[in-house]
Each structure stands twice: as structure tokens, then as C-alpha cells.
């Protein structure tokens, strides 16, 4: 016998034996739509937990994505600074971050799909369950009990087995919707921690050694990025500076000249220094400090 | 006949459209046999969209039992040993 033929004789049993249960067989149609009402908000109480759950990885995928941005900002910074060690320990924490957020897509995109599932069956049992209410007042008013014994089997037949069906729906969502709480809290306490770059917990030894490789090389791939970017931005300010005219090269040839022969009508200035005054020169001199006392400041 | 997709409703298939069903189950039952998921998979997503595609929605007025019942959609082996096995996972 097919498996699916035996999914059926198991939903009949099951019938058969709520049957038996009841004295007077018009009791189970009542009892069935109860419980049948039951389970209605039940699956409705489902549907809105898919939503929220929707709701929440939604929001940590933004969390996620503003994170990824901050991290490469860091990183552009970092390297900016000439400070490579940074700018890849901030590029890992992006890699690990990013990561994290390709799971959440999938996971986004699996409970959209519930939702809409789920919506569409609770209105199925809506409208079946309408259908039902009405077949059983029927019966109800129409046969004495000795009579309405085939009836009701009948239908009791038919509207246990969309007990049995819903029943396992509901477990189901109920099921998941747990699964996806407890990841959705561990996700919320690593995003709140900021340890991102700590994720590779309970995965095998390859696995884990796969992503490290391909973390590295993500790593790699976005510190030539990074690098090619501050490149081709010095390169600019070069080219913008040579075509700046004469006159402008002049201004700074001349300012560069004074700040020389500061320099060297004040040798024990530390070196450190220097390159503070040089920005100094450039600022626009404001009224309530005099130029003379900000160069006492460095001096001293 | 009436077959059921367990979380999608009934549907009602013509006698050509329920002859392809036998030897797909017959596959869907080696797989569970074999514990071979993947082919299980595979089987179930294809009876699912067999009968999708060649049944027609019964109506809600309907109230009658289903003479074959499909599992969920991307029910595991286990699942559906443990439906075969009657384990309380069907409430009465």
C-alpha cells in the first residue's frame, strides 16, 4: 500500500475512534466545531507570530547592514591612517557580519512565504468551518439520534480529518516559530555584544576552515578595493593640484617657503609639531584668538 | 477521488491524473525505505505539483474524507515515519 493511502487510514482511524467516544453522536459535531473554532484562532494566533518573527529579521538585517557599512567605513579609515592591522580586523568583523546576513535573506524570504501560506489556509478553515456549522444544525434539527448516526459519520468524517490537518499545521507553525525565536535571540545578543567576528561556533573543522579561507580572501579582496580607492583619490588631488594654475602653486611654494624659515629660526620645536603647524597656516584666522598666541601655543 | 495536501486543502482528480500518482508514491515509498532524503525530497516536490497542477480545489461545503493524503510540503522522512507510525502528531 502507497504512502499516502496509509497517511489517509491513520486520519480515519482517529476519526473512528472520536466517534466511538460519544454517547450521542449529535455531541461530536458540537464538540468538533469547537474544537474546530479552536484551532481556527490558533492558526490565526500563528500567522501573526510568522509576521513578527518576519517583523524581527527584517529589522536585525537592517541592524546587520548598518554594521557592515560602519565596519568599512572603519576600515577605509584604518587604512587610511596607514594602519592595515585595523583596517582587516574591522574588513573580518564585516566578512562574519555579512555572513550572518545572507542566512537572515533566506530566512526572510521562507517566512514571507508562510505568511501567505498560512493566511490562505486560515481562510480555507474560515469558510470550511462556516460550511460545517451549518450542515450540523441540519442534522441536528432534521434526525433523532438513532437516525443521524451515518449522517454525522460522514461528516464528522470529513471534518476530523481537517482536525487532524490543522492540528499538524498549527504544530508545525508553533514548532518553527520557536526555532526562529531562540536564533533570533542569539542573533540579537551577538549584534548587541558587537562580537561579530566570533561566529564560527558549533560548524566541523572543515567548514570552519573553508570560511576562514574564503573570509580571508573576501578580506583581501576589499583591502586592494579599499586601497585602489584611496589610490585613485590621491591621484585626483594630484591632477586637480597641477592643473590649479601657477598662481595657486606660487601662493603655496611661498607659504611653504615661511613656514622653512620658521622652522629654522626655531630648531628645538619637535618634530611632531611641524606637521601641526602646517594645517595652521591654511585656517582662517578668527577674531578671538590672535594668530600670535596660537603660535605660542605650538611653540612652547 | 479526493486527495488531500496536508496545510493546503483538497483536491479532486480526474482517473488520469490519479494513475500518475501510484507510481510516484511508489517512489516517494522507496525513498523513506532507503532513508534517502534528497530522492524523498525530490518525490514529494513532484506528487505536490502533480497534484496542484491536475486537481482541482474542492469547495468548502465539501465535508468528506480524502481517499489519499500527501504530506506538507517539506516534510523530512522522519516526519512522515513518525505520521505513519501514528506518534499523537495528528490531534483527534
Redesign the interface.
Known amino acids: 500500500m ?7 487510514l ?6 473512528n ?2 466517534l466511538d467516544k460519544m454517547e450521542d453522536p449529535r455531541e461530536t459535531l458540537d464538540y468538533a466545531y469547537q474544537r474546530q473554532l479552536e484551532n481556527l484562532t490558533r492558526v490565526r494566533r500563528g500567522v501573526a507570530d510568522v509576521a513578527t518573527s518576519r517583523k524581527r529579521v527584517e529589522l536585525q538585517m537592517n541592524q546587520i547592514n548598518q554594521q557592515s557599512s560602519k565596519l568599512e567605513d572603519q576600515a577605509r579609515k584604518a587604512l587610511s591612517m596607514g594602519r592595515e592591522d585595523l583596517a582587516r580586523s574591522a574588513l573580518e568583523r564585516k566578512s562574519a557580519a555579512q555572513s550572518q546576513l545572507s542566512g537572515l535573506q533566506e530566512q526572510f524570504v521562507q517566512l514571507q512565504s508562510d505568511e501567505e ?1 498560512l493566511t490562505l ?1 486560515a481562510q ?1 478553515v474560515q ?2 468551518l ?3 456549522r451549518t ?1 450540523k444544525e441540519t442534522i441536528k434539527a432534521r434526525y433523532t439520534a438513532a437516525e443521524a448516526t451515518s449522517r454525522i459519520n ?2 464528522m ?5 481537517d ?3 490543522i ?3 498549527i ?2 507553525a508553533e514548532d518553527k516559530t520557536a526555532q526562529l525565536q531562540a536564533r533570533a535571540g542569539a542573533l540579537d545578543e551577538l549584534l548587541a555584544s558587537g562580537a561579530l567576528d566570533d561566529l564560527t561556533g558549533h560548524r566541523d573543522d572543515i567548514q570552519a576552515e573553508l570560511d576562514m579561507m574564503s573570509a580571508s580572501s573576501d578580506v583581501e579582496s576589499d583591502l586592494r578595493r579599499l586601497r585602489g580607492e584611496l589610490a585613485s583619490g590621491q591621484a585626483k588631488q594630484l591632477e586637480s593640484g597641477a592643473n590649479g594654475g601657477q598662481a595657486q602653486g606660487n601662493a603655496q611654494r611661498a607659504q611653504y617657503g615661511q613656514q622653512q624659515d620658521n622652522q629654522q629660526t626655531q630648531p628645538q620645536q619637535p618634530p611632531y609639531q611641524q606637521s601641526a603647524a602646517l594645517p595652521v597656516s591654511d585656517l582662517p584666522v578668527s577674531d578671538d584668538v590672535p594668530v600670535s598666541d596660537v603660535e605660542d601655543g605650538t611653540g612652547s | 477521488m479526493i ?2 495536501i ?4 483538497q483536491f479532486k482528480m480526474d482517473d488520469e491524473a490519479s494513475a500518475v ?2 507510481k510516484l ?2 517512489e ?2 522507496a525513498a ?1 525505505d532507503h532513508g534517502d532524503e534528497p530522492a524523498f525530497s525530490a518525490a514529494l516536490s513532484t ?1 505536490l505539483a502533480h497534484v496542484r497542477e491536475h486537481g482541482e480545489p474542492v469547495s ?13 510540503e517539506g516534510s523530512s522522512i522522519d516526519e ?1 515515519r513518525k ?2 507510525a ?1 506518534e499523537g ?4
Open positions: 502507497g504512502v499516502m493511502k496509509r497517511v489517509s491513520v486520519f480515519k482511524a482517529k476519526a475512534k472520536a501560506k489556509y480555507q469558510a470550511k462556516d460550511a460545517f450542515q460522514e461528516a468524517s470529513g471534518i476530523s480529518e482536525m487532524g490537518d492540528g499538524m499545521a504544530q508545525r | 486527495v488531500r496536508l496545510g493546503e486543502g500518482l501510484d508514491d511508489s516517494l515509498e523513506i506528487l468548502a461545503e465539501h465535508l468528506g474524507p480524502s481517499e489519499l493524503i500527501l504530506p506538507h512522515v505520521m505513519l501514528d502528531l495528528i490531534t483527534g
